[in-house]
Protein backbone atom coordinates (compact mmCIF):
# COMPACT_ATOMS: atom_id res chain seq x y z
CA UNK A 1 0.00 0.00 0.00
CA UNK A 2 1.38 3.56 -0.75
CA UNK A 3 -0.54 7.01 0.77
CA UNK A 4 1.23 10.12 -0.40
CA UNK A 5 0.44 13.45 0.62
CA UNK A 6 0.90 16.19 -1.77
CA UNK A 7 1.78 20.04 -0.22
CA UNK A 8 3.79 23.17 -0.55
CA UNK A 9 3.54 26.31 -1.74
CA UNK A 10 0.88 27.67 -4.69
CA UNK A 11 3.28 27.76 -8.10
CA UNK A 12 5.92 25.16 -6.89
CA UNK A 13 4.88 22.89 -9.04
CA UNK A 14 1.99 20.61 -7.61
CA UNK A 15 0.31 19.77 -10.76
CA UNK A 16 3.22 18.60 -11.83
CA UNK A 17 3.94 16.40 -8.75
CA UNK A 18 -0.15 14.77 -9.47
CA UNK A 19 0.23 14.66 -12.95
CA UNK A 20 3.27 12.45 -12.24
CA UNK A 21 1.77 10.32 -9.68
CA UNK A 22 -1.41 9.99 -11.72
CA UNK A 23 0.93 8.11 -14.71
CA UNK A 24 2.57 5.94 -12.07
CA UNK A 25 -0.81 4.30 -11.34
CA UNK A 26 -1.99 6.56 -8.28
CA UNK A 27 -5.73 7.63 -7.54
CA UNK A 28 -5.29 11.14 -6.69
CA UNK A 29 -7.37 13.74 -5.29
CA UNK A 30 -6.74 17.56 -5.18
CA UNK A 31 -7.09 20.21 -2.78
CA UNK A 32 -9.08 18.17 -0.57
CA UNK A 33 -10.00 19.91 2.74
CA UNK A 34 -7.22 18.08 5.49
CA UNK A 35 -10.67 17.07 8.00
CA UNK A 36 -11.83 15.15 5.17
CA UNK A 37 -8.54 13.09 5.11
CA UNK A 38 -8.72 10.61 7.53
CA UNK A 39 -13.31 9.58 5.93
CA UNK A 40 -11.33 9.62 2.23
CA UNK A 41 -8.40 7.11 3.12
CA UNK A 42 -11.32 5.17 4.99
CA UNK A 43 -13.78 4.89 2.02
CA UNK A 44 -10.61 4.46 -0.55
CA UNK A 45 -9.24 1.44 0.93
CA UNK A 46 -12.43 -0.42 1.50
CA UNK A 47 -12.59 -0.32 -1.96
CA UNK A 48 -9.53 -1.30 -2.73
CA UNK A 49 -7.52 1.11 -3.95
CA UNK A 50 -3.74 0.68 -2.47
CA UNK A 51 -1.73 3.96 -4.47
CA UNK A 52 -3.41 6.72 -3.34
CA UNK A 53 -1.98 10.54 -3.36
CA UNK A 54 -3.70 13.41 -1.85
CA UNK A 55 -3.48 17.32 -2.28
CA UNK A 56 -3.74 19.33 0.62
CA UNK A 57 -2.60 22.97 0.53
CA UNK A 58 -3.80 26.79 1.58
CA UNK A 59 -6.78 26.47 -0.80
CA UNK A 60 -8.76 24.71 1.90
CA UNK A 61 -8.22 27.50 4.13
CA UNK A 62 -7.05 26.99 7.50
CA UNK A 63 -7.60 22.75 7.68
CA UNK A 64 -4.58 22.65 6.30
CA UNK A 65 -2.66 23.54 9.56
CA UNK A 66 -4.90 20.25 11.12
CA UNK A 67 -2.58 18.49 9.39
CA UNK A 68 -0.03 16.95 11.37
CA UNK A 69 -2.34 16.13 14.06
CA UNK A 70 -4.08 13.70 11.17
CA UNK A 71 -1.31 12.76 9.94
CA UNK A 72 -0.59 11.11 13.63
CA UNK A 73 -4.30 9.63 13.97
CA UNK A 74 -3.90 7.57 9.67
CA UNK A 75 -0.10 6.49 11.44
CA UNK A 76 -1.94 5.34 14.62
CA UNK A 77 -4.38 3.25 12.46
CA UNK A 78 -0.98 1.96 10.92
CA UNK A 79 -1.31 3.17 7.71
CA UNK A 80 2.05 4.29 6.05
CA UNK A 81 1.67 7.86 4.73
CA UNK A 82 4.09 9.78 3.09
CA UNK A 83 4.46 13.73 2.93
CA UNK A 84 6.01 15.37 -0.43
CA UNK A 85 6.93 19.31 0.48
CA UNK A 86 7.41 21.45 -2.45
CA UNK A 87 8.84 24.22 -2.33
CA UNK A 88 10.36 27.41 -3.91
CA UNK A 89 11.90 31.17 -3.20
CA UNK A 90 9.88 34.07 -3.44
CA UNK A 91 10.90 35.38 -6.29
CA UNK A 92 10.42 32.67 -8.23
CA UNK A 93 6.80 31.94 -7.14
CA UNK A 94 6.15 35.38 -8.01
CA UNK A 95 7.30 35.77 -11.36
CA UNK A 96 6.13 32.59 -12.36
CA UNK A 97 2.50 34.03 -11.28
CA UNK A 98 2.95 37.13 -13.50
CA UNK A 99 3.92 34.99 -16.34
CA UNK A 100 0.90 33.09 -16.35
CA UNK A 101 -1.26 35.75 -15.25
CA UNK A 102 -2.70 33.44 -12.43
CA UNK A 103 -4.32 34.79 -9.21
CA UNK A 104 -2.54 33.51 -5.77
CA UNK A 105 -4.85 31.31 -4.23
CA UNK A 106 -4.62 33.66 -0.59
CA UNK A 107 -4.75 37.03 -2.67
CA UNK A 108 -7.67 39.33 -1.24
CA UNK A 109 -7.06 42.69 -2.81
CA UNK A 110 -5.28 43.94 0.00
CA UNK A 111 -2.04 41.92 -0.03
CA UNK A 112 0.40 42.22 -2.46
CA UNK A 113 1.68 39.08 -4.95
CA UNK A 114 5.19 38.78 -2.35
CA UNK A 115 3.01 39.06 0.88
CA UNK A 116 0.13 36.64 -0.42
CA UNK A 117 3.76 34.21 -0.68
CA UNK A 118 5.30 34.76 2.57
CA UNK A 119 1.81 34.45 4.43
CA UNK A 120 1.27 31.23 2.63
CA UNK A 121 4.40 30.23 3.52
CA UNK A 122 3.38 31.11 7.41
CA UNK A 123 0.69 29.37 6.98
CA UNK A 124 2.40 25.88 5.84
CA UNK A 125 5.42 26.44 8.34
CA UNK A 126 4.41 23.54 10.45
CA UNK A 127 4.14 21.07 8.06
CA UNK A 128 6.97 21.91 5.59
CA UNK A 129 9.60 19.91 7.39
CA UNK A 130 7.56 16.23 8.09
CA UNK A 131 7.62 15.04 4.79
CA UNK A 132 10.85 15.16 1.81
CA UNK A 133 11.31 18.55 1.00
CA UNK A 134 11.99 19.20 -2.77
CA UNK A 135 12.97 22.96 -3.52
CA UNK A 136 11.91 23.67 -7.47
CA UNK A 137 13.07 27.00 -7.87
CA UNK A 138 15.81 26.55 -10.41
CA UNK A 139 14.13 23.20 -11.85
CA UNK A 140 12.50 22.30 -15.04
CA UNK A 141 9.73 20.23 -15.57
CA UNK A 142 11.42 17.20 -16.85
CA UNK A 143 13.44 17.47 -14.39
CA UNK A 144 10.54 17.64 -11.37
CA UNK A 145 9.09 14.75 -12.75
CA UNK A 146 11.90 12.67 -12.61
CA UNK A 147 12.84 14.09 -9.05
CA UNK A 148 9.38 12.56 -8.21
CA UNK A 149 9.70 9.39 -10.24
CA UNK A 150 12.46 9.14 -7.85
CA UNK A 151 10.57 9.50 -4.86
CA UNK A 152 7.80 7.14 -5.24
CA UNK A 153 10.20 4.14 -5.89
CA UNK A 154 12.29 4.67 -2.06
CA UNK A 155 12.33 2.23 0.34
CA UNK A 156 9.99 3.90 3.20
CA UNK A 157 11.27 1.43 5.48
CA UNK A 158 14.77 3.15 5.77
CA UNK A 159 16.61 6.72 5.55
CA UNK A 160 17.73 8.56 2.32
CA UNK A 161 20.73 10.25 2.10
CA UNK A 162 20.28 12.52 -0.58
CA UNK A 163 23.34 14.40 -1.77
CA UNK A 164 22.65 17.37 -4.09
CA UNK A 165 25.40 19.72 -6.10
CA UNK A 166 24.29 23.54 -6.94
CA UNK A 167 25.56 26.17 -7.50
CA UNK A 168 26.28 29.27 -5.23
CA UNK A 169 25.58 31.92 -7.70
CA UNK A 170 21.51 30.72 -8.42
CA UNK A 171 21.34 29.92 -4.78
CA UNK A 172 21.34 27.99 -1.75
CA UNK A 173 18.59 24.68 -1.74
CA UNK A 174 15.84 25.62 0.25
CA UNK A 175 15.40 21.71 0.92
CA UNK A 176 19.01 21.07 2.45
CA UNK A 177 19.81 19.79 5.72
CA UNK A 178 23.72 20.43 5.68
CA UNK A 179 25.35 22.57 3.00
CA UNK A 180 29.37 22.57 2.59
CA UNK A 181 30.81 25.50 0.39
CA UNK A 182 33.73 23.72 -1.69
CA UNK A 183 34.33 27.12 -3.96
CA UNK A 184 38.00 27.22 -1.87
CA UNK A 185 38.66 23.86 -4.22
CA UNK A 186 40.84 25.23 -7.92
CA UNK A 187 37.88 25.63 -10.27
CA UNK A 188 38.13 23.55 -13.49
CA UNK A 189 36.13 26.23 -15.44
CA UNK A 190 39.56 28.03 -15.69
CA UNK A 191 40.96 25.58 -17.29
CA UNK A 192 40.00 26.21 -21.11
CA UNK A 193 39.62 22.91 -22.15
CA UNK A 194 37.43 21.50 -19.17
CA UNK A 195 35.58 24.60 -18.67
CA UNK A 196 31.93 23.33 -21.08
CA UNK A 197 32.31 19.84 -19.71
CA UNK A 198 31.57 18.80 -16.45
CA UNK A 199 32.09 16.86 -13.34
CA UNK A 200 31.13 13.98 -14.25
CA UNK A 201 33.71 13.51 -17.31
CA UNK A 202 37.06 12.03 -16.96
CA UNK A 203 39.15 14.94 -17.70
CA UNK A 204 37.24 17.07 -15.27
CA UNK A 205 37.59 14.28 -12.76
CA UNK A 206 41.22 13.77 -13.36
CA UNK A 207 42.14 16.85 -12.83
CA UNK A 208 40.26 17.19 -9.03
CA UNK A 209 41.77 13.96 -8.40
CA UNK A 210 45.18 15.32 -8.78
CA UNK A 211 44.70 17.89 -6.13
CA UNK A 212 45.46 17.03 -2.57
CA UNK A 213 42.60 19.79 -0.97
CA UNK A 214 40.22 17.64 -3.04
CA UNK A 215 40.23 14.72 -0.93
CA UNK A 216 41.00 16.38 1.89
CA UNK A 217 37.49 17.84 1.34
CA UNK A 218 35.79 14.46 0.14
CA UNK A 219 37.41 13.28 3.92
CA UNK A 220 36.13 16.09 5.85
CA UNK A 221 32.43 15.60 4.52
CA UNK A 222 32.50 12.18 4.46
CA UNK A 223 33.56 11.78 8.01
CA UNK A 224 31.26 14.28 9.41
CA UNK A 225 28.04 12.72 7.37
CA UNK A 226 29.34 9.45 8.81
CA UNK A 227 29.63 10.61 12.27
CA UNK A 228 26.50 11.88 12.11
CA UNK A 229 24.16 9.95 10.60
CA UNK A 230 23.03 7.32 12.88
CA UNK A 231 21.93 10.01 14.96
CA UNK A 232 19.49 11.17 12.72
CA UNK A 233 18.83 7.04 11.68
CA UNK A 234 18.08 6.86 15.51
CA UNK A 235 15.77 10.10 15.52
CA UNK A 236 13.37 8.15 13.25
CA UNK A 237 14.38 10.91 10.11
CA UNK A 238 13.46 9.25 6.75
CA UNK A 239 15.34 11.64 4.99
CA UNK A 240 18.56 13.68 4.79
CA UNK A 241 20.16 16.46 2.24
CA UNK A 242 23.37 16.84 2.05
CA UNK A 243 24.45 19.82 -0.23
CA UNK A 244 27.43 20.84 -2.09
CA UNK A 245 28.04 23.84 -3.46
CA UNK A 246 30.50 25.45 -5.78
CA UNK A 247 30.28 28.62 -8.14
CA UNK A 248 28.37 27.16 -10.89
CA UNK A 249 27.08 23.75 -9.47
CA UNK A 250 29.50 22.52 -12.97
CA UNK A 251 32.10 20.87 -11.44
CA UNK A 252 33.65 20.82 -7.95
CA UNK A 253 29.99 20.03 -6.68
CA UNK A 254 29.33 17.69 -9.18
CA UNK A 255 32.16 15.87 -8.65
CA UNK A 256 32.35 15.33 -4.76
CA UNK A 257 28.44 15.06 -4.88
CA UNK A 258 28.98 11.49 -7.37
CA UNK A 259 31.98 10.85 -5.14
CA UNK A 260 29.90 10.98 -1.67
CA UNK A 261 26.88 8.86 -3.25
CA UNK A 262 29.24 6.13 -4.09
CA UNK A 263 30.87 6.17 -1.20
CA UNK A 264 27.63 5.72 0.98
CA UNK A 265 25.07 3.59 -1.37
CA UNK A 266 26.94 0.29 -0.38
CA UNK A 267 25.63 1.32 3.02
CA UNK A 268 22.68 3.78 2.63
CA UNK A 269 19.79 4.45 0.30
CA UNK A 270 21.24 7.06 -1.40
CA UNK A 271 19.74 9.46 -4.24
CA UNK A 272 21.69 11.77 -6.14
CA UNK A 273 20.59 15.11 -7.96
CA UNK A 274 22.98 17.92 -9.49
CA UNK A 275 19.99 20.62 -9.51
CA UNK A 276 22.13 23.03 -12.43
CA UNK A 277 22.63 20.13 -14.47
CA UNK A 278 18.98 19.45 -14.60
Known amino acids: MQIFLLSGLSGAGKSVA ?6 SGFYCVDNLPAEMLIGLMDHLLAAGYDKIAVSIDVRSANSVQCLPEILLQLRQKELAVHLLFLDAKTDTLVKRFSETRRMHPLSNGVRTLPECVQYEREQLFEISNI ?5 TSELKTNALSSWIKQFIVLDRARLTLLFQSFGFKHGIPLDADFVFDVRCLPNPYYVPQLRTLTGQDVPVIEFLENITATQDMFNDISGFVARWLPHFIADNRSYLTVAIGCTGGQH ?6 EKLSRHFSSQQQVLLRHRELS
Open 18 to 23: LKVLED
Open 131 to 135: GHHID
Open 252 to 257: RSVYLS
